[in-house]
């Protein structure tokens, strides 16, 4: 089946510094992904669509120049956060759907933790 | 717009008891509807979905059925075991990669 693969499975950084988070579509081409963001036993919360080649789709309330979404292939997609700050420890999760089709798969999420 | 709710966890069942979990949904058009699953530190994988009305999806022993006329899409299974415990979230989505709408999850917790 579909496999997503998501880079890195956990991350601490300093204050202030990038991150970036790697989602690769392995066994298929993704024309769209998605970015989610889950707090603490909470939902997933989307942050942004993306679509290969083209600008991604914020969410509201989503700052696209801290959270820079790029999709330059049909296989991989990242989120970089920028100038991190603690109350952006979280887990990020991305989405995969293959082209033309109605199924999403997941990646294994990526906990982020800025000290 | 388009909404799910679910039944409120957590959910503290012992084995081989019987499952329920609720689900509905509030859309526009005809969604596919999905469940997934959660284990600790991971990913969502992909339970079961169902794409139109009175479809049944099932999988590993869990079972919902895609309820049009209640707009529901409830999660059962007939003997839990220890090993499903996990958070479950319902969802929806519609043809054209669309997002998926969550639900904001059910923790279930099953007892030896």
């Known amino acids: 089946g579909a496999v997503v693969s998501q880079h890195p499975s956990w991350v601490i950084c300093k204050s202030g510094t990038s991150v970036k988070i790697e989602c690769r579509s392995l066994d298929f081409q993704a024309t769209t992904m998605f970015w989610y963001r889950q707090f603490p036993k909470q939902s997933l919360m989307l942050m942004a669509t993306s679509n290969e080649g083209s600008k991604a789709t914020y969410e509201q309330g989503v700052e696209k120049d801290k959270f820079l979404i790029n999709h330059a292939s049909l296989t991989l997609s990242t989120l970089t956060v920028t100038s991190a700050h603690p109350e952006d420890s979280s887990f990020y999760i991305c989405s995969a759907v293959e082209g033309g089709q109605s199924g999403y798969t997941f990646g294994s999420g990526t906990r982020l933790t800025v000290v | 717009g388009n909404s799910v709710t679910q039944m409120e966890g957590p959910v503290t069942l012992s084995e081989e008891a019987f499952l329920t979990i609720n689900c509905t949904y509030t859309?526009?058009?005809?969604?596919?509807l999905f469940w997934y699953v959660q284990y600790p530190g991971e990913g969502l994988q992909l339970l079961l979905k169902?794409?139109?009305?009175?479809d049944k999806g099932s999988n590993k022993g869990f079972e919902a059925t895609y309820r049009k006329e209640t707009t529901s899409f409830h999660l059962e299974k007939g003997s839990v075991q220890v090993s499903d415990s996990a958070v479950y979230f319902c969802?929806?989505?519609?043809?054209?990669?669309?997002?998926?709408?969550f639900g904001q999850g059910t923790r279930l917790t099953i007892n030896p």
């Open positions: 859309a526009t058009g005809y969604p596919s």
């Open positions: 969802a929806l989505g519609h043809q054209g990669a669309q997002k998926l709408v």
């Open positions: 169902a794409t139109k009305a009175d």
